[in-house]
């Protein structure tokens, strides 16, 4: 008889699903994007302008806000009611947004110190190239303004167990981002069969006018879920209230924990600088490393925090240690073979989608492999982090990530050195092993959750040499005139297969979640 599957597992692999689609349209803009501009200053200078705007969103609304609500806003629902929910989450989404705005307005004033500066956004960068940057990032404010709104939307919408809209705002995001791609950049229209589109040619402003519109897109889409719950706004900001302080004092150490996480992509970029191409290369092998990450990482981690606030909502300890432990066991398994195929099987797709050359897509590879190598870090993050932050402790993933953040730096400065932009995209899959590792070590000793992965890891690694060996065997054939895309797909297909029976045991616990 067909076993159950959980609610846990359903909202997983609604998530993955979503998810997919997100970044099946999230490459095809990166597609389209590096095509129309290559490895050229101008595409260099928007992925540059994209960092302090990423890290105010990130710490305000993104990330610092967004992790630190849900567990206070399940505590509130599960306790008080809908009603009052609402009320703590108009509160914060209003200090958030004014918050959001002085510094935008901040940002906006100081924007060519804050590029030009050593120790700012892109130091190695042409003064020409400057001065585009702090242009495009302050269009890219107005944008993040809109986020800080849109973010706690999602937040809010998670808490009350509905993933279905917040799932699809990225997608319409996207969609946005593709417009400005497609449309507002290009001197000349694409032509589709026998349709040319229009063509504003807005070079890269467009593409940034491409995100505000995504932003739009990405709040509108939510509107309607907000309505269904009976959404009330009141335009208070409750600082006294208890429930508010709770949230402000959990967000603190996650202001600064999401603080020197974004450090780390300042400070890549800011490295990467002075490597022709070396920001865009680390942007591509990062979006595609987040391809698996977010499928299998943040979809299991998105679905795990309310269900991991409720359990600690109601003391439920061994509930609470059996779902990290599966989620965990599940990463592992996954991750590692998964990281192994595409290592050696994604050569002739890159060539065929960025179309940047021989050289330039060697270069590219080696960044993607060097990201591959903390696949499983990077997932296995989305759980331990969160499992701290469902106990409403942000103090220890303050103190890793602080740690990790120093890290990357030495790693990243000593090994630039010899193996140019891989060694940063390197230095960071080692920063964040090492995180990785300290915080299930703290899990234990603090809050006294023993995670035990059993035979999971060996199995994972058999699988990943299993399935890596042979894609990479099918790639060293000659194609006989077959296409090398074929040959590609084919080969990882059959790495996948052959992994597969190492770890059916966790794919299994996948149901159990």
Not at 44 to 49: H, K, L, S
Not at 148 to 154: I, N, Y
Request: net charge positive.
């Amino acid at each position: 008889m067909m076993k159950k599957v959980s609610h846990l597992t359903q909202v997983t692999l609604l998530l993955a699903v979503f998810f997919a689609f997100d970044k099946v349209i999230a490459i095809f803009r990166q597609v389209v994007i590096n095509r129309q501009f290559g490895l050229s200053p101008e595409l260099d200078a928007f992925n540059a302008a994209n960092n302090l705007p990423d890290l105010l969103y990130a710490l305000i609304s993104g990330g610092a806000l967004s992790i630190a609500f849900i567990p206070i806003l399940s505590e509130v629902l599960t306790r008080s009611g809908r009603e009052d929910a609402w009320k703590l989450f108009s509160r914060i989404t209003n200090l958030a947004f004014l918050v959001t705005a002085v510094f935008s307005v901040v940002f906006a004033l100081l924007a060519d110190q804050l590029v030009g500066w050593k120790l700012g956004v892109a130091p190695g960068f042409t003064e020409a190239q400057q001065h585009l940057v702090a242009n495009l990032m302050r269009l890219n404010l107005i944008a993040t303004l809109i986020f800080s709104l849109s973010g706690l939307v999602m937040a809010g919408l998670q808490a009350n167990q509905h993933f279905l809209l917040p799932a699809m705002a990225p997608l319409l995001y996207n969609t946005g981002q593709i417009f400005g791609a497609m449309i507002l950049a290009p001197a000349k229209g694409y032509i589709i069969g026998t349709i040319t589109l229009p063509a504003f040619g807005y070079g890269v402003r467009g593409l940034v006018y491409g995100v505000i519109i995504g932003a739009i897109l990405h709040i509108s889409i939510q509107i309607p879920a907000l309505i269904k719950y009976g959404f009330k706004w009141s335009a208070s900001l409750g600082l006294k209230t208890i429930e508010v302080k709770k949230v402000l004092y959990l967000m603190g150490p996650r202001i600064m924990t999401m603080m020197f996480i974004q450090f780390i992509f300042i400070a890549r970029d800011n490295l990467a600088s002075i490597f022709q191409g070396g920001v865009t290369l680390l942007t591509n092998g990062w979006m595609l490393m987040q391809v698996p990450e977010t499928l299998i990482g943040t979809a299991i981690g998105t679905a795990l925090l309310p269900t991991l606030s409720e359990q600690f909502s109601r003391t439920d300890k061994e509930g609470f240690q059996a779902t990290v432990q599966r989620a965990s066991q599940v990463l592992v398994a996954v991750t590692l073979p998964v990281a192994a195929i595409l290592a050696a099987g994604m050569r002739p797709v890159l060539g065929m989608a960025f179309q940047f050359g021989e050289t330039a897509t060697d270069q590219l590879l080696l960044v993607f492999q060097a990201f591959l190598v903390g696949l499983t870090a990077n997932s296995l993050i989305e759980v331990a982090a969160r499992s701290f932050y469902a106990r409403q402790n942000a103090r220890i993933p303050l103190l890793v990530s602080f740690l990790n953040a120093l890290l990357f730096i030495g790693f990243a400065s000593l090994l630039r050195v010899y193996i140019n932009v891989t060694g940063i995209a390197l230095a960071i899959s080692i920063s964040y092993t090492c995180e990785v590792i300290l915080l299930f070590y703290l899990l234990k000793k603090r809050m006294a959750i023993n995670i035990h992965l059993g035979n999971t890891l060996l199995r994972a690694c058999l699988a990943a040499l299993a399935g890596g060996a042979v894609c990479w065997l099918v790639m060293q054939i000659p194609s006989y005139g077959l296409n090398s895309l074929m040959l590609s797909a084919g080969a990882m297909l059959l790495g996948l297969c052959v992994a597969v029976p190492f770890i059916r045991g966790e794919l299994k616990t996948l149901i159990k979640l």
